[in-house]
């Protein structure tokens, strides 16, 4: 996400999932093929990914509003905000999609 968000970023920075290091590209195959690369099943996989999407939505808006008294980029926080709500949608639907699979 922070290739993103702060321009100039190289795309080698971003985290690979599955062999894609851009989230729409992230799909069943690759969360499968992400699962074998470290060791893990799928269906874990799929349950910390729900874990991860739960907290990390219930810590956005404390975390933002945190971040925001000490900066003064209110379109970055902006940005941050809303791909994290996109993200968020997307993630969840792969992830159901998944366990379905599994």
Known sequence: MSTDVYQGLDRTFAIHVGGHDRPDGIDPNALRKFARSVAMNPKRVVELGEETADRVE???????????EQTDHPAVLDRIDDLLGTRLVAL???LRETSRIE
């Open 92 to 94: 969840r639907a792969v």
């Open 58 to 68: 219930a810590a956005a808006a404390a975390v933002l509003h945190g971040v925001g």
